[in-house]
């Protein structure tokens, strides 16, 4: 399921930001009571295939079963092991599971959670996903400018800011990159939930929090948890294994085992539960049931489960409520043009934050334009210098095509931050990608193409009139975006990313193959001859020779423009070369080359578009 283009996304503003960690126990109190999170009967189940050959048949695997319980204000931990499920739960209740094996019903405040759910709530992912080039003040004013209503003024959001900076104990980093090593773990750990904290979210969740720090910091974070708890917040948490001194702070544990509920209820009455009946399950035998069947069993027994059992009744009011799907008919807060301005601005910020990698292109396309001018300085209107021109022109595409195989990765590095940006509902899905390729791709891709050929073009001794420079940057820059788009097209949504480089590569190849072929022999074998029309590399090169020899004569040492008095030599003039490659004289033998391109470039452009609106965005 995907969004569409007028969703939008309306934090929930009615909450007051006073209470935040950090502050007096007066400050932390709250008159808004925090929501109430209720879970009845859910199962999950995914289909997975019956083995690796395509085509057979897949089977229904139940990941959940029967799985209730309340989540209140305060720290809600769910624990388990490894594969127990008790990341799916989690996902569930934060509408950010795919809906499609789902059944049962999540409630809020005893009704079905409205569309703009997944942007109410907040969500902090266990890999840190924020902009590592960015510090952290201008990650967490992205979050406000795109998440608040334009309708609080810059010094409110700028104000609230400030104060997420200094309960999370951030002042000292605020304005220090978060992708840098001064920057700690459990300080971009502070700053994932701060981003979260800046819509002050009556629900937060968060996926293992503690999963890469060491138990000193993991204790700091917690901690910080606990005291946004207290302020009246439900916040509910997957987490592996954790210490005593953790544990001590959770005010309620669902405990899972393999996808089954074997305790639900307050954290600190757990240890005394299982303490009860270790004895009757460690006299099991192996012919007896299980030991989490046994477990299911004595909590279904319990009076932990008739107490949640008497409050879910009570919240769902004995009825079955129609889920409402938390995918569709969600509405925005900021408008299109303030989305793509903001989108703007961070990918200047992005390109500009990494100023070595910046550097370093340069100086290497600066030496590898010199090593390739000074090899083919001097081309004079010579009899004698025809195929070095047309090699050079070669050369000029060949650099272009395979300069742009790893343009696609745009999407890819960023790809876990734009899923959860967009499920949160920082922007629409066209703001992120126009954003992305006008002012990502194309400063990164622009200036190392100009510096290339203004380089060669004047070392070389291309044609000098002013037109025909103007039409090979054109033409080079055109190359460069559409093979950057056919990069697109194969990486975006990958998996395996070095998949599509391959791709690229073979494609790439095979195309300067033919490029080659009609060059140097004159003739593609005719059932092979359509390939050309889908080829990028055939498109520039047709169009800068037919730039760049049009109206040439090789033959001025012999004061004439005949090909018959050049001797050894057929052709004379640039007509003569492009005739022999079969290429239009008319404008329109340049033109067409050029609209080939655009159009490639757009087809590609569409399908890195739906690539991006059709990428499994719900695990």
Not at 16 to 21: K, Q, R, W
Not at 91 to 107: F, H, N, Q, W
Not at 395 to 419: D, H
Not at 432 to 437: A, I, R, S
Request: proline fraction near 4%.
């Amino acid at each position: 399921m995907t969004f569409t283009d007028d969703q939008i996304c309306i934090p929930m503003l009615q909450r007051s930001t006073d209470g935040l960690p950090g502050m007096s126990s007066r400050d932390l109190q709250t008159s808004t009571e925090g929501a109430v999170l209720s879970f009845h009967h859910i199962y999950y189940r995914v289909k997975v295939k019956s083995g690796f050959l395509p085509g057979q048949n897949k089977e229904e695997l139940e990941i959940l079963s029967d799985i209730n319980g309340i989540m209140k204000p305060g720290l809600n931990a769910i624990l388990g092991p490894t594969g127990g499920g008790k990341s799916f739960l989690l996902d569930i209740l934060a509408a950010r599971k795919d809906p499609s094996g789902l059944s049962g019903e999540v409630l809020v405040n005893g009704a079905p959670r409205n569309a703009n759910f997944p942007c109410e709530s907040g969500y902090v992912v266990q890999d840190d996903v924020v902009m590592a080039t960015l510090t952290v003040r201008e990650n967490l004013q992205f979050s406000a400018a795109l998440r608040l209503p334009t309708t609080m003024t810059n010094q409110e959001k700028n104000e609230r800011i400030n104060k997420v900076i200094k309960n999370l104990g951030l002042s000292k980093v605020a304005d220090v990159k978060v992708g840098t090593q001064f920057i700690s773990g459990g300080e971009r750990k502070r700053t994932s939930i701060a981003m979260e904290l800046i819509t002050d979210p009556p629900i937060l969740f968060l996926d293992e929090p503690t999963t890469g720090l060491d138990s000193s910091t993991a204790s700091t974070v917690l901690l910080l948890l606990k005291r946004i708890s207290e302020q009246g917040r439900t916040i509910i948490f997957s987490i592996h294994q954790p210490q005593y001194s953790i544990f001590k702070l959770f005010d309620c544990l669902t405990l899972l085992a393999s996808g089954r509920l074997i305790f639900h209820g307050p954290a600190q009455e757990a240890l005394g539960y299982f303490e009860s009946i270790a004895n009757e399950t460690e006299q099991l035998s192996q012919r007896e049931k299980s030991v989490v069947e046994k477990l299911v069993e004595y909590y279904a027994t319990s009076s932990f489960y008739r107490d949640t059992k008497a409050e879910l009744d009570e919240l769902s009011g004995g009825q079955e409520k129609k889920r409402n799907s938390a995918f569709k008919n969600i509405t925005y807060v900021t408008s299109f043009c303030h989305q793509l301005r903001w989108i703007i601005r961070r990918s200047f910020k992005n390109v500009l934050g990494i100023p070595r990698a910046s550097i370093a292109q340069i100086i290497a396309t600066v030496i590898l334009g010199l090593f390739v001018g000074a090899t083919f300085q001097g081309l004079t209107n010579s009899c004698m210098k025809t195929e070095s021109r047309a090699g050079l022109l070669l050369v000029l595409v060949v650099y272009e095509c395979f300069s742009s195989i790893l343009a696609g990765q745009i999407f890819v590095v960023e790809r876990k931050l734009f899923i959860h940006e967009y499920i949160s509902g920082y922007y629409r899905l066209p703001c992120y990608f126009f954003g992305k390729l006008l002012f990502d791709l194309l400063p990164r891709k622009l200036l190392p193409s100009m510096l290339f050929i203004c380089i060669i073009y004047f070392m070389a001794g291309l044609k000098p009139e002013a037109g025909a420079f103007f039409i090979t940057i054109v033409t080079v820059t055109m190359v460069t975006y559409t093979a950057s788009s056919l990069s697109l097209a194969m990486a975006t949504g990958q998996n395996l990313h070095y998949l599509s480089t391959i791709l690229m590569n073979f494609y790439f190849v095979f195309m300067m193959v033919f490029l080659v072929i009609s060059l140097y022999v004159g003739t593609i074998p005719p059932k092979l001859s359509w390939l050309q029309y889908l080829s990028i590399p055939h498109y520039g090169f047709r169009a800068l020779q037919h730039t760049q020899f049009l109206g040439q004569n090789f033959c001025l040492e012999l004061g004439t423009i005949g090909s018959n008095t050049c001797s050894n030599y057929v052709i004379c003039t640039g007509e003569e070369f492009l005739i022999v490659q079969g290429m239009d004289l008319s404008p329109w033998g340049l033109w067409q080359n050029l609209l080939g391109l655009v159009v490639l470039m757009i087809f590609f452009l569409i399908i890195t578009y739906f690539r991006l609106l059709f990428l499994k965005k719900y695990s």
